[in-house]
Every structure is written in structure tokens, then in C-alpha cells.
């Protein structure tokens, strides 16, 4: 049985740093692309951003860009969230997922239950 499970979330201050994690189990970590996804109220789930199988290629949505960073533990079947510089608008649950298909792919196979952040102005 897959597994995501994502943790790190909380309430912090606008202009601080975070850390999400997301621990992996029952999938060959290594075989899948991960993926961010957020939701905040009243809207869409939307991606924030991907990494690929060995960590080398990644995405960002234009939102986060240069101050959310991607990153895996193919050793630990863990793959992280570092978000800097956090802003009101950031405040949402997030999501990791897992797919086979690659980082520009909108397909995905497995999704973890969320973590909220809420960040304060």
C-alpha cells in the first residue's frame, strides 16, 4: 500500500522560512517523479512545483519561483519543500504526490492527506 505522508506545516509570519517533508513508503521512491501541489481556500489545487526521479530537473510554479526550493532523499524516500520569505498568499494545505510520468506531467498517481500552512501578515 502506498503511502505519502507529509509533515512540517504550521503557522508562521510573513517573511519566514519553512520546511515541508514528505516520507514515501510502498513505491520504489526512486522511480517517481514527486510533485508540491497547494490549495487554499475557496480555490483549486494547483502545483507548486516537481522534481524529477534523481533530483536533477525541476519545476516551479511562477508564484514560487526563487524562493520555494525542490528537493529528494532518494536514500530516505523523502522528498522536501524548503519555502523562504513566506507570504499571506502561500497559506494553504499542501500536497505531495508521486508520479511515473515526468516533471511536466499533470498526471498523478498517488497524493498524500496534506499539511496545512497558514502563514500571519
Known amino acids: 500500500q502506498v503511502q505519502l505522508v507529509e509533515s512540517g506545516g504550521g503557522l508562521v509570519q510573513a517573511g519566514d522560512s519553512l520546511r515541508l517533508s514528505c516520507a514515501a513508503s510502498g513505491l520504489t521512491f526512486s522511480s517517481y517523479v514527486m510533485g508540491w501541489f497547494r490549495q487554499a481556500p475557496g480555490k483549486e489545487r494547483d502545483i507548486v512545483g516537481a522534481i524529477s526521479w534523481r533530483g536533477g530537473n525541476t519545476y516551479y510554479a511562477d508564484s514560487v519561483k526563487g524562493r520555494f526550493t525542490i528537493s529528494r532523499d532518494n536514500a530516505k524516500n523523502t522528498v522536501y519543500l524548503q519555502m523562504n520569505n513566506l507570504k499571506a498568499e502561500d497559506t494553504a494545505i499542501y500536497y505531495c504526490?508521486?508520479?511515473?510520468?515526468?516533471?511536466?506531467?499533470?498526471?498523478?498517481?498517488?497524493w498524500g492527506q496534506g499539511t496545512q500552512v497558514t502563514v500571519s501578515s
Open positions: 504526490a508521486a508520479n511515473r510520468y515526468g516533471v511536466q506531467s499533470g498526471r498523478y498517481d498517488y
